[in-house]
């Protein structure tokens, strides 16, 4: 494909080289291989399932990597819109019907008072019509209350972020999302000078009004929790969006001009990658408790990372073991071998036929790389990705985050796998992403890329093919050292749809 001059100046502003134009319409045109799959990974095969001992050994490991000065960043992906939150409130409000005609509908109005965000509705009702909800619900003016919570001349629920959504009840008020991280930040992540490190992903067009929050809230919460915040944002950057394409593989273009997506949260890895931190903690921003039921969330948080840091230290003192090329004696070697298989679920391939040179060689690449722990969840019908072990080109193992479209369902026995898996991702991570010697990782060198996702988009009536990056915790930490913990439920409460906010979890 030739590029014109208008082309070329469009790729310049937006931070993407030719050859990646190029690569992107490849991977969009031949498509990305599936996986290849071991076993899905379960308790006692790729999973930890949590001891009384592990427990209060991972804590205590925390707690002293805290106090010993441990750099900790929790970073919290917070540019997605609500919409969809309210994909059924606004069908009703552009819908024909007048009343609500079906359980979302009717469970929403009757539990509408139990939301948090119930005193500024009642009071934007009053602004907009005189009249408070109560009086509007026995008008049957059902769609004057939901155009109150969702229309810019309400409390325009429809337009903001999550982040910016009054979620949970507190003594006095309400406290949005964003609130929540901070509260939650103060309990695991303090340092050993009372530093909470946050760092916020937003979108170009919220970033104003979550600054306008955080200066808002900050003073008051540090006062409560009796700790510094230290809060970041960083956005999106334009070099990951991916090009969309037609059909027939020729890139997709309005007035001319070469169309571009947002590349998805893979491309988030470019912007943990300019963290700087020890250990880096991953939540999305819709998944928090208020303060009356964040007991497990909090233990967990340090049972996971007590874990990470254990580890870590122990892969990086065979790394100072290995450096250089050096080869220790035999025993040790098998001590290795026994960590990568045991600890790191990394079975390695034809190692009895290496030499203790290759061995040595061979090993110290697999230790020296990121490493995470993620939190997996009992699987009981929540929707996520979930863990699997993998066979990796150079034949050996390792653990994976994948969604259903890296499995080949046609394969009767990935299928199988499939279905048989036991947990899923709830999304809680936390990362270790310096080397050995302190020094940090460029983390764009461990994402696989070909573990991307193709979706079919429509715009202006044209059907598309849009190219979505390796996720964040799928394939652009696929050649990380990964490690599972089973985790309890409690941790993982989720707003999918605003009446998920009138789950027991959710009411303060």
Not at 361 to 367: A, D, E, I, M, N
Request: hydrophobic share 40%; aromatic share 8%; charged share 25%.
């Amino acid at each position: 494909m030739n590029l014109s001059e208008k082309d070329i100046k469009h790729l310049a502003t937006k931070g993407i080289s030719e050859e990646k134009l190029h690569a992107q319409l490849r991977m969009l045109k031949e498509g990305f291989p599936f996986l290849k799959l071991v076993a899905p990974a379960t308790i006692g095969n790729g999973i930890i399932e949590v001891t009384p001992a592990i427990e209060a050994d991972s804590v205590r490991i925390w707690n002293e990597f805290l106090a010993s000065g441990g750099k900790v960043v929790k970073m919290v992906p917070a540019s997605g819109a609500a919409s969809r939150m309210f994909k059924d409130l606004f069908a009703f409000l552009n819908g024909e019907t007048k009343t609500p005609d079906n359980a979302f509908l009717k469970d929403f109005f009757a539990g509408i008072e139990k939301f948090a965000f119930f005193p500024a509705l009642n009071a934007a009702a009053i602004r907009l019509y005189g009249k408070s909800v109560d009086t509007l619900v026995k008008e049957n003016r059902y769609k004057d209350v939901v155009a109150a919570l969702l229309n810019p001349e309400g409390l325009n629920y429809g337009q903001l972020p999550k982040a910016l959504l009054e979620f949970h009840k507190i003594l006095g008020g309400a406290r949005v999302s964003l609130a929540e991280h901070l509260a939650e930040g103060a309990a695991y992540v303090a340092d050993n000078k009372g530093k909470v490190r946050i760092h916020f992903t937003v979108s170009p067009e919220h970033r104003a009004l979550v600054e306008q929050k955080l200066e808002e809230i900050k003073g008051s919460m540090e006062r409560q929790n009796g700790v510094e915040y230290e809060i970041s944002l960083s956005e999106q950057k334009p070099s990951t969006d991916t090009v969309a394409a037609l059909e027939n593989g020729e890139p997709y273009r309005e007035d001319g001009e070469l169309f571009f997506r947002p590349g998805g949260h893979g491309a988030l890895i470019e912007n943990l990658n300019d963290i700087d931190a020890d250990v880096v903690f991953i939540k999305n921003i819709d998944n928090v408790v208020p303060d009356s039921k964040r007991e497990a969330t909090v233990k967990f948080k340090k049972i996971i990372g007590g874990i990470l840091v254990g580890l870590k230290q122990k892969a990086n003192d065979y790394c100072r073991l290995l450096e250089g090329g050096k080869t220790p004696a035999p025993e040790k070697l098998d001590e290795i071998e026994k960590f990568l298989s045991h600890n790191l679920n990394i079975r390695v391939a034809g190692a009895e036929k290496m030499t203790p040179e290759e061995k040595a060689k061979y090993f110290f690449t697999k230790l020296n790389r990121p490493m995470r722990v993620c939190g997996m969840v009992k699987n009981e019908g929540e929707p996520g990705g979930g863990p699997f072990v993998v066979v990796e080109e150079d034949g050996s193992t390792s653990l994976q985050i994948l969604e259903s479209v890296q499995i080949d369902l046609s394969d009767k026995r990935s299928a199988e796998m499939l279905k048989n898996s036991s947990h899923f991702n709830p999304v809680d991570l936390v990362c270790a992403i310096k080397d050995y010697k302190g020094n940090p990782f460029d983390l764009t060198l461990y994402v696989d890329e070909t573990t991307g996702f193709i979706s079919s988009k429509s715009r202006k009536g044209i059907e598309f093919k849009a190219l979505e990056l390796p996720g964040l915790w799928n394939g652009a930490m696929s050649r990380w050292n990964t490690v599972f913990v089973e985790v309890s439920p409690e941790t993982f409460t989720p707003v999918k749809t605003v009446n998920d906010l009138l789950r027991p979890a959710h009411q303060a």
